[in-house]
Each structure stands twice: as C-alpha cells, then as structure tokens.
C-alpha cells in the first residue's frame, strides 16, 4: 500500500509514462508464459467468424510475436504445455502445469511471474487449482479469449497483453492466482465465466473483482482472504493422479441414475450441485460404501451451511465454492485425507 | 480463528448456541450509537413502507425489537442524534469521529454499531472510514423498510451488525457497512435502489462477506489506506470547507460552477459522463474557476469505473478521481482540504491512496 513503487509513482507527478520508461529500463521484469491452448490459440476460416473456430491452432510463441508492445516491461520467456480446447485439459496436464510452474519457481528465481494461456470453458478449474497448489507469493495469470485469435475486434491480444502486465506488477504478488481477461482482475477462487460469448464473462459474482488493468496501471482494491499458494498445505510433487471425482445435477425428480452409474465407475468423491429426493437417497448409499459426498448448489452464488449431524454422517458442505470448483478441491482434499471433519475444515479454509 | 471456524460448522444452525457458548466466555461488548433513519422510523400502519412521519423509535427500541441480540453481544447503546440522514452533516461526523476515537481506546469496548438513514449512508461511512484511528470494527446499519412495516428489515440487520462488530474476523477491514446479510466496504459500498432490500453494493468490486445463519464470513480485505491507517485526524480540523458536486450532461451549461465558485465553493466535484467528461463549456468555466484557485476533482456519473487523468483535464485543472463517486470524493476532498493538503500533487497522491 505504501510501497516505495507507489511511493516514487506519486513524486513523479501526473507522468506515468516517465516513470514507466524510467523503471522499465531499470529492471525489466521477467515473466514465462505456458500455453495450453483455447480460443486465445483459436483459429476461424475468417475475421468475421466468432464461432467455428478450431481452438488450440496457433502456439503460444506465435500469440507472444503478435504483442509486442509487452517488451516495453517485461522479458517474456515461453513454453508450450499442450495446446487444446479447454474442455480436454485433464488432471494430468493440472498437475503436468502446476509442477512445472513449481519447478521454475524453485530453480528460476528470476522469473518474476507466470502467466497461463487457456481456454475459457474450463479456465477457472485450471486457475483454482493452480490457486491451491502453486507454493509461491509470485503472480500466476491465467488468461484467455472469448474470440479467437483470428477475430475481428478480437480481445485475445489485449488480453494477454494485460496478463502479462499484471505477472509484472509488483502489487500482484501475494494474491493468489489470477483470472486476467476484459481489464479485469478476478481471483481464481471466485472468477468463474458467466457468459457463453460476452467479453466480459468472467467475474466473481457478489465478490467483485480484486482489481483492473487499466490503460494507466494495474490497480487493487481488494485481496483475498482464503488460503492459497503459498499458504497451502497441498503439495502435489509425489501425486501421480488425481481421484476421480464427479458432479451429479440436481432438479425437480432428478433421477438417483447418475449417481448410481457414478458409483458403478468407481468415483470415490461425488459434489451434488443441488439434489433431489432420489439423488439424496442414492448420495445416502453411496456414502455408506466410502464414497465423499459434498453437497454444493447450481445457484450460481451463497454458501451451503452444514450441520453437525450431517457432518457426523459424512457429509460435507462446499462453502461457496461452484460445483467445479469443490471438485478441485475435493480432488486434491483426498490425496491427503478421507476423514470428513478434515475435509470439512478443508472446504472452511480454501 | 481456524478452529472457531470449525467450532462454528459444527453448531449451525444454532446461532443461538454459539451466543451461550461466547456468554461463558464474557460477551463482547458492543457500543451502538444511534443518528437515526428508516432503521429508527415509524409507519401509520405496518402497510406504510413510504412517507413515514409517525415519529421516531429511540435506539433502546430497537434493541428491544430483537432482545436476542444481548446474547451475542454487551450492549452500550446511546441515541446520538435522531435524524433523517438528509439532515446529516460534516459537524456530526467529526463529533461521531471523535466519539469512537475516544472510545475505541477503551479495552472493554470490542467495536461499534451505528443506526443510520440509507440515503447518505455511505458518506457518513466514507468519512469515518478515513477518520476513525482504531482498527476495532465500526459498523453502519440502516434499512430499507421502517421498524414498523411488515417484513421490516431493520431487527435481522441491526443484529447483524451487532454480530460484525462483535467479529474479531471484522477488525482492520476499515468500517463496514451491513444489511441484507452483506458487508461492504465503507469506500465503495453504495446504496443502488431506492426501495429494495438489497439495495447497498460495491458494484464491480463486490462484497467483503456475509453473515449467514452460521456467523460472520469475510473473503475480501480492502487494500486502499483506511481507519488507524488514515493520515486525516479530525481533533486538528476546526471547519470543513464547502464542496459541491456538479453532474455533466450532453450539452452542458457552465454557469453552474461559475456559479458555485463565487457563493464560495473551494473545491467541485464533477459527476462528468464516461471517464469524467465534462461539456465545453464546463471546461471553460472549469478553466477559469481552478485558476482563481477552485480545486476540481473529475469522476464519473457511470457508477463504477476508474477516472484516469488525461490532457484535457490537465488542461481543464481537473483533478482524476479514480473510481470514487462523487459524492464520495466530496468527503475525500474536504478532508484534503481541511488538513491543509490542497497542494495538487498532494491531491493527486491522497487520490490514489484512499
């Protein structure tokens, strides 16, 4: 808040451009960039087209070479993960990212901060995770677009031009993983994406954002309270694989099929996002076999409260979190634990 | 905190529960003081949601309306004032600055709670948010619906606020203001409709927390300076300059600051369009005022957004408000100017830290 960079900032009145010169000449920051692919990545038959488009075409290093401007700030170093929609990124690429963003963060001290190209289907599963596993204060972004990179008026450029604008902010650090598209700032726990094709999908529902990036600067208001990175007790370097755990959907005379065949396939953790009378009955059962069991909403926003018998019972409450997201969680709560007061203070604490 | 967490989990929903278990313990005490508002209204009949003039509770009734609330915390309540909060005024914020000054030094004294009228609600938080120097929790309650009404809001958001103030979890999050179950900081919590129940936002930049029937739970912390972190001390201020607030419009006349200029304002706060756009003619008028010493502050009648400064401001003399509103930046701007800081890179530097 008081930091010298502000500090300095204020002396150097009304000229942020000086300063900005000045300082980047000085020390320009260092920032990886990991590509996993997305509508940032996406490629249409032509500028006009805003849907079908092939995602995850163009490698990263290709996205960087058309931004830049972003050499004004930052060295940009960058690394293609994989390059795919969002909706095929699986727990072994979450945990492929994470350890190799780990890794860097250990034998790469000057790297200053990473940013994460992705597509937005699934990007704020990616994030949470990386919110909850990367055990360090420095800035991680992860950014996507809602039009593919091809596009006319695309937001792709833009975006990823702020991403790495916020891995560079100094104010960033300690903030856990970020969700950078449309100026906007989201943390990973609550950005989640609200709109099918609008720019502006993403935020964080009636936690707002933490901060923008606007034309002059990057600017916070907010800071996150729950634990993440480098507060995080799940270190993910010795899991091999994730546990398979699944979603069911609650709505009026939901049948208990989806939990049932859930059960049948072997999940050992189930997040009901909502229930009905038959899936509460089958969640009842599968608990009984050892399966978790956390009950969570399809509202969109509120917390679930629990209840000291259901908890004697095993069940646990998903706070706030989305269904998606208390299934991250939940994935990495059970590489640790089964016991469902551990669990439970898990899912009061992240 | 993490294990009061769990304690909690395990007694929902029984807030009650958890009141005896904090009462074995010694409540925390709470002072209330009430200025009044809808929250201390009454109606002609419990059907009377608008144009209430029957008179006013005192601020023991209204603690009686929700006994409940002396579970969970030790109250000291005193009716400050009993005002409609289109009456409040800058004298009153600095006695209520320097009454919670003085009394948060009081070890006994866990926080405060104040009744307050919606309408300019959120001034009243702004200023103590900037001149209050304790880090104990200050919350501003009011409500949409007078204590007489039917499904009056007034008892659950007084209690509630009686259960944030009582919150270790709400301390050095600067004041807070709480109703409909949700807090909000003081700098950018603002009433957003005029009859509904969850009428106080902070637009793009959200919630702090809640109070769910299983306690107080914060996600956010503000970052910006605020309470025992704030350079303004109201003790060293005798008055406060006057300053208003002029709206742009397409077409905008200028007379009205020039106006305004000469009845005395020191300083004018433009409500401009988009990112604080002001008319020509406002910007000649603009011109002419800053340069016999008017200050100018440009924000944005947008609602929520930044104000970034730009050459014609620069050229105008206005000075860039970030995402203040306006009438927040009013109070920003008078307790600039009445500690003295009307330098414009003082300015520019108290803008971007508060």
């Not at chain 1, 959907?249 to 009378?277: C, H, K, M, N, T």
């Not at chain 2, 005002?83 to 209520?96: A, E, N, R, V, Y």
Request: with cysteine; proline share 4%.
């Amino acid at each position: 808040m008081l930091n010298l960079f502000s500090n300095l900032r204020r002396l150097v009145l009304g000229s942020f451009i000086l300063l900005s010169s000045m300082t980047m000449s000085a020390s320009k920051s260092n920032i990886h960039v990991l590509g996993t692919g997305g509508t940032i990545s996406g490629a249409a038959p032509s500028p006009e087209m805003l849907s079908g488009y092939e995602s995850g075409t163009f490698p990263v290093v290709e996205l960087l070479k058309e931004v830049p401007e972003v050499s004004d700030f930052a060295r940009v170093t960058s690394e293609q993960i994989i390059n795919v929609g969002s909706g095929s990124i699986n727990g072994e690429v979450l945990l492929k990212l994470a350890n190799r963003i780990n890794k860097l963060c250990k034998e790469k001290p000057e790297i200053d901060g990473y940013v994460v190209t992705h597509g937005t289907g699934t990007l704020e599963e990616t994030a949470y995770f990386l919110n909850l596993t990367i055990l360090s204060d420095k800035p991680v972004v992860i950014v996507g677009a809602m039009r593919p990179w091809t596009a006319t008026s695309g937001d792709g450029p833009l975006n990823l031009y702020n991403a790495i604008r916020v891995a560079s902010a100094p104010e960033s650090r300690g903030k856990g993983a970020l969700i950078v598209l449309n100026d906007e700032i989201n943390s990973a726990r609550d950005g989640t994406k609200t709109d099918t094709y609008r720019v502006e999908t993403f935020n964080s529902r009636e936690y707002g954002f933490l901060g923008y990036a606007d034309p002059d600067k990057v600017v916070y208001y907010r800071k996150p309270l729950k634990r993440h990175t480098f507060q995080t007790e799940f270190d993910i370097t010795d899991v091999v694989s994730l546990p398979k755990v699944d979603i069911v959907y609650g709505y009026q005379e939901g049948s208990r099929g989806s939990v049932d065949g859930l059960v049948a396939s072997g999940s050992v953790g189930i997040i009901a996002a909502s229930r009905s009378p038959d899936i509460s009955v089958a969640l009842e059962e599968a608990q009984r076999k050892g399966i978790t069991v956390v009950r969570s909403d399809r509202k969109g926003q509120g917390r679930v409260l629990n209840s000291e018998s259901r908890l004697k019972e095993g069940t646990i409450s998903s706070d706030n979190l989305r269904p998606q997201k208390a299934r991250i969680l939940l994935q990495l709560a059970l590489t640790k634990t089964s016991e469902p007061t551990e669990i439970q203070r898990i899912f009061n604490q992240y | 905190m993490i294990s009061k967490k769990v304690l909690q989990v395990f007694l929902i929903p029984s807030v009650v529960l958890i009141s005896f278990a904090s009462a074995y313990a010694g409540l925390p005490k709470v002072v209330v003081l009430g200025t009044g508002g809808t929250i201390q209204s009454k109606g002609d009949t419990r059907m009377t949601r608008y144009d209430y003039r029957a008179g006013r509770f005192d601020i023991s009734e209204i603690i009686d309306l929700i006994p409940q609330v002396k579970k969970i915390a030790e109250l000291e309540a005193e009716q400050f004032t009993n005002i409609g909060s289109p009456s409040m005024t800058p004298d009153i914020w600095k006695s209520l600055a320097e009454r919670i000054n003085e009394t948060a030094l009081r070890s006994d004294v866990s926080g405060f709670v104040l009744t307050h009228g919606t309408n300019t609600l959120e001034e009243t938080a702004y200023f103590l948010h900037l001149t209050v120097q304790t880090d104990k929790p200050v919350v501003i309650v009011g409500a949409q619906r007078p204590s007489t009404s039917i499904s009056a809001d007034g008892p659950m958001n007084f209690y509630n606020a009686v259960q944030v103030a009582a919150s270790p979890e709400a301390r050095d999050k600067g004041v807070l203001i709480c109703m409909n179950q949700q807090i909000n900081s003081a700098r950018e919590g603002t009433k957003t409709s005029a009859y509904k129940v969850e009428a106080f936002q902070s637009r793009d930049l959200g919630l702090l927390g809640v109070v769910d029937p299983d306690g107080v739970h914060f996600l956010r912390a503000p970052v910006r300076r605020h309470t025992y972190l704030s350079e303004f001390d109201v003790s060293d201020i005798s008055s406060f300059p006057r300053i208003d607030v002029v709206p742009s419009f397409a077409d905008a006349a200028g007379d009205l600051i020039t106006f305004l200029a000469s009845a005395g304002a020191e300083g004018i706060v433009l409500a401009g369009h988009g990112a604080g756009g002001a008319s020509p003619a406002q910007g000649e008028a603009f011109k002419t005022a800053t340069s016999n010493g008017v200050i100018a502050i440009a924000c944005s009648r947008t609602g929520s957004g930044r104000v970034i400064e730009s050459s014609r401001m620069l050229e105008y003399g206005l000075i860039a408000g970030d995402n203040l509103l306006p009438h927040k930046a009013r109070i920003l701007l008078m307790l600039a100017i009445a500690s003295g800081k009307s330098e414009r890179s003082e300015l520019i530097r108290i803008f971007d830290q508060y």
